[in-house]
Nanobody, 125 residues
Framework: QVQLVESGGGSVQAGGSLRLSCAAS????????MGWFRQAPGKEREFVAT????????YYADSVKGRFTISRDNAKNTVYLQMNSLKPEDTAVYYC??????????????????WGQGTQVTVSS
């Protein structure tokens, strides 16, 4: 079992930056592929970014590529999402998730077994 707690959300103007953190407790953090997803009002949850167990591989949704950076610190049991050049369309609840499976990274929500409670990000124009 892994417990995930996100923090760092808030309100920011377009063009601004935020850094989300996700602290994990429970079983060995380094054994999990980690991901960030988001859900805007009235829309389905969508993939944002994922990072491999050791942090050497990452993958991003096209909509955030070049603006967002996912990273992890296995010594601190924490995964981060640095979000720069934020746009109003980035407004959503952001969730971190953990996957204990064989591939290096994954964009599929169904492969993630554990989810945080979410943190709200609001970007105003």
């Amino acid at each position: 079992q892994v417990q995930l707690v996100e923090s760092g959300g808030g309100s920011v103007q377009a063009g601004g930056s935020l850094r989300l953190s996700c602290a994990a407790s429970g079983r060995t953090f380094s054994g999990y592929v980690m991901g960030w997803f988001r859900q805007a009002p009235g829309k389905e949850r969508e993939f944002v970014a994922t990072i491999s167990r050791g942090g050497g591989s990452t993958y991003y949704a096209d909509s955030v590529k070049g603006r967002f950076t996912i990273s992890r610190d296995n010594a601190k049991n924490t995964v981060y999402l640095q979000m720069n050049s934020l746009k109003p369309e980035d407004t959503a609840v952001y969730y971190c998730a953990a996957a204990a499976m064989g591939t290096v990274v994954t964009v599929n929500a169904y492969e993630y077994s554990y989810w945080g409670q979410g943190t709200q990000v609001t970007v105003s124009s």
